[in-house]
Nanobody
Framework: QVQLVESGGGLVQAGGSLRLSCVASGSIFTINAMCWYRQAPGKQRELVAI???????NYARGVKGRFTISRDNAKNMVYLQMNSLKPEETAVYYC?????????WGQGTQVTVSS
């Protein structure tokens, strides 16, 4: 089992920045990937960014160039730096941990971007 705890959400004006953090604990192996998803009201959960244990990253098209995912393997942490935020990016942001065939989710952190 792996437990995830997110932090760093909040209210920000359009064009502003936020940094989300997520710490993983439990039975963690070195072959894994950590991701950020988001779910806006009335919409499906969508992948925002992914980073492998080795540091390979990939981003959703709409956030590329504005968001940066990073991780600290020694601390089992993943971060999401979000710049130039838009009101339509208001959502609950979830940390996801994938290893072997299992997925684990955090409780989510609310990000609200005001116009």
């Amino acid at each position: 089992q792996v437990q995830l705890v997110e932090s760093g959400g909040g209210l920000v004006q359009a064009g502003g920045s936020l940094r989300l953090s997520c710490v993983a604990s439990g039975s963690i192996f070195t072959i894994n990937a950590m991701c950020w998803y988001r779910q806006a009201p009335g919409k499906q959960r969508e992948l925002v960014a992914i980073i492998t244990y080795g540091g390979t990253t990939n981003y959703a098209r709409g956030v590329k160039g504005r968001f940066t995912i990073s991780r600290d393997n020694a601390k089992n942490m993943v971060y999401l730096q979000m710049n130039s935020l838009k009101p339509e990016e208001t959502a609950v942001y979830y940390c996801n941990f994938h290893q072997r065939t299992e997925d684990y989710w955090g409780q989510g952190t609310q990000v609200t971007v005001s116009s």
